[in-house]
């Protein structure tokens, strides 16, 4: 796929909407547009929030006219929490730590450095008290969320000189939101935040030496290897990132409990397809970004990491010190992801080694 084409699909579609196609039987109908922070047709991420708007649409039979509009179409990406908090817009589908500067709390329910997996993000929002903490930040700014895409442990990012030390990061200009962000400021880079359509003119103008964006699915068709060739791993900054639908408090409060649990439903359902299809496509990708276009796999190093650690540390002190709902937030997160990594380390991190082992697989 060209990367060009993909990107330039909302220009092709015009500011025009993709209305959904309803079934031809006469009913009542309620509008939802759902805006979103990613490019039409963007591999990943775009075409996960297209699918659920579509599957919004055929679960209610046309009770919901849904109206999808990806990033420029509407609003611009990062607009798309104002859209929807005043009621211009009934959803919006994207990444909640977009709107950390609001209140801190926003970037525990997409991904935190040194944060949850996919699989214990999972377990922390259905079962570990996650969803009532975000319901009740949510509705501070008249918003119910629900997880709906998950893109796991993501990679380090695309760099342009090799990181050796924690020094190596000094002066860098890097595209990396959130508080992986501000872990990176700590250690003395310029942290960017920008939308994914205009990342890579930045990394081929020399705006910004580096960029974190998914892993090898995702990354292949953003063509980032023109321009960077070292790729690093692991991301500290996003190991589950959690996507997220947000819904207009009072536009959510008038759907029939039907509805609600048909979106509900949805959202789970992409929750869990975004993940597998993540999955899926990343080894193969991985093999034809190095093999194809020369891509030279780095791993960060232990004191690189260990740099990474303190300054981490010191960004969810200061989060949770934000306010007493941030605190328990931050606390909550903090008690789970030790309970939960105690027993990853014992089930799917033990046997991956051993299995790993065995296979010959280095």
Same mark, same amino acid.
């Given at each position: 796929?060209?990367?060009?084409? #993909?990107?330039?699909?909302?220009?092709?579609?015009?500011?025009?909407?993709?209305?959904? %196609?309803?079934?031809?039987?006469?009913?009542?109908?309620?509008?939802? =547009? @759902?805006?979103?922070?990613?490019?039409?047709?963007?591999?990943?991420?775009?075409?996960?929030?297209?699918?659920?708007?579509?599957?919004?649409?055929?679960?209610?039979?046309?009770?919901?006219?849904?109206?999808?509009?990806?990033?420029?179409?509407?609003?611009?990406?990062?607009?798309?929490?104002?859209?929807?908090?005043?009621?211009?817009?009934?959803?919006?589908?994207?990444?909640?730590?977009?709107?950390?500067?609001?209140?801190?709390?926003?970037?525990?329910?997409?991904?935190?450095? #040194?944060? #949850?997996?996919?699989?214990?993000?999972?377990?922390?929002?259905?079962?570990?008290?996650?969803?009532?903490?975000?319901?009740?930040?949510?509705? !501070?700014?008249?918003?119910?969320?629900?997880?709906?895409?998950?893109?796991?442990?993501?990679?380090?990012?695309?760099?342009?000189?090799?990181?050796?030390?924690?020094?190596?990061?000094?002066?860098?200009?890097?595209?990396?939101?959130?508080?992986?962000?501000?872990?990176?400021?700590?250690?003395?880079?310029?942290?960017?935040?920008?939308?994914?359509?205009?990342?890579?003119?930045?990394?081929?103008?020399?705006?910004?030496?580096?960029? *974190?964006?998914?892993?090898?699915?995702?990354?292949?068709?953003?063509?980032?290897?023109?321009?960077?060739?070292?790729?690093?791993?692991?991301?500290?900054?996003?190991?589950?990132?959690?996507?997220?639908?947000?819904?207009?408090? *009072? #536009?959510?409060?008038?759907?029939?409990?039907?509805?609600?649990?048909? @979106? !509900? %439903?949805?959202?789970?359902? *992409?929750?869990?397809?975004?993940?597998?299809?993540?999955?899926?496509?990343?080894?193969?990708?991985?093999?034809?970004?190095?093999?194809?276009?020369?891509? !030279?796999?780095?791993?960060?190093?232990?004191?690189?990491?260990?740099?990474?650690?303190?300054?981490?540390?010191?960004?969810?002190? *200061?989060?949770?010190?934000?306010?007493?709902?941030?605190?328990?937030?931050?606390?909550? =997160?903090?008690?789970?992801?030790?309970?939960?990594?105690?027993?990853?380390?014992?089930?799917? @991190?033990?046997?991956?080694?051993?299995?790993?082992? =065995?296979?010959?697989?280095?």
């Amino acid at each position: 796929m060209d990367r060009r084409k #993909f990107l330039s699909g909302a220009a092709v579609a015009g500011a025009a909407s993709a209305t959904l %196609a309803a079934p031809a039987v006469a009913q009542s109908t309620t509008d939802m =547009v @759902i805006v979103s922070t990613w490019p039409r047709d963007f591999p990943g991420l775009g075409l996960p929030a297209q699918r659920l708007a579509a599957r919004i649409a055929e679960l209610t039979e046309g009770r919901l006219n849904v109206q999808y509009f990806a990033a420029g179409e509407r609003v611009g990406a990062f607009d798309s929490f104002d859209e929807v908090a005043s009621g211009n817009a009934q959803a919006y589908i994207g990444a909640d730590y977009y709107w950390k500067g609001r209140h801190p709390g926003w970037a525990a329910f997409t991904a935190i450095p #040194f944060g #949850f997996t996919y699989t214990e993000m999972d377990a922390w929002i259905k079962y570990g008290g996650g969803q009532e903490l975000w319901d009740e930040l949510a509705g !501070e700014f008249g918003l119910k969320n629900f997880a709906c895409g998950n893109t796991g442990v993501q990679m380090g990012g695309w760099f342009n000189k090799e990181i050796n030390s924690a020094d190596d990061l000094k002066g860098l200009k890097m595209r990396i939101p959130g508080q992986g962000g501000d872990v990176m400021a700590k250690l003395g880079a310029s942290p960017v935040s920008l939308p994914g359509g205009q990342i890579y003119e930045n990394l081929v103008s020399g705006a910004i030496d580096a960029t *974190e964006w998914v892993g090898p699915y995702n990354d292949f068709f953003m063509k980032f290897y023109e321009a960077a060739k070292y790729y690093y791993f692991p991301g500290m900054h996003e190991p589950g990132a959690q996507l997220a639908m947000g819904l207009n408090a *009072e #536009f959510w409060g008038s759907l029939s409990k039907t509805d609600q649990a048909i @979106i !509900e %439903a949805a959202c789970n359902e *992409e929750n869990a397809r975004t993940m597998a299809e993540t999955n899926a496509n990343n080894g193969e990708y991985l093999q034809r970004l190095m093999n194809d276009h020369g891509v !030279e796999l780095r791993e960060f190093n232990d004191d690189v990491y260990d740099s990474f650690g303190e300054a981490a540390q010191e960004v969810l002190e *200061e989060a949770g010190d934000h306010s007493p709902l941030s605190k328990k937030i931050y606390d909550s =997160v903090v008690a789970k992801r030790e309970e939960l990594a105690r027993w990853g380390q014992l089930s799917d @991190i033990s046997y991956s080694i051993k299995r790993n082992r =065995v296979l010959g697989i280095e």
